[in-house]
């Protein structure tokens, strides 16, 4: 369970601010201009799930076969880099 909250906090505080907003913005008597803002604050949140989310990169494999020749017992180098 900590993973999941490790890996999509993000989304899930989202979802639930976007479900306040709507609670928020639909209760009395909505407008059109109600609904479009609740629209936009949901393509927001569709948008961010698109750009953020995990997934699987070619490295993966990589992982995997260090993983292996860890426990070879050989000596093994590691060197970590980031995108970013």
């Known amino acids: 369970m900590g993973?999941?909250?490790?890996q999509y906090?993000?989304?899930?505080?989202?979802?639930?601010?976007?479900?306040?907003?709507?609670?928020?913005?639909?209760?009395?008597?909505p407008k059109w201009t109600d609904y479009l803002a609740?629209?936009?604050?949901?393509?927001?949140l569709v948008t961010a799930w698109f750009v953020m989310h995990p997934r699987q990169t070619?490295?993966?494999d990589d992982a995997k076969m260090v993983r292996d020749m860890i426990g070879a017992g050989e000596p093994v180098l590691?060197?970590?880099?980031?995108?970013y």
């Open 58 to 60: 070619p490295l993966m």
């Open 9 to 29: 906090s993000f989304i899930l505080i989202a979802a639930a601010l976007a479900m306040v907003a709507g609670l928020v913005l639909l209760s009395r008597n």
């Open 38 to 44: 609740f629209g936009v604050i949901l393509g927001g």
């Open 3 to 6: 993973s999941v909250l490790n």
């Open 78 to 83: 590691l060197e970590f880099q980031s995108p």
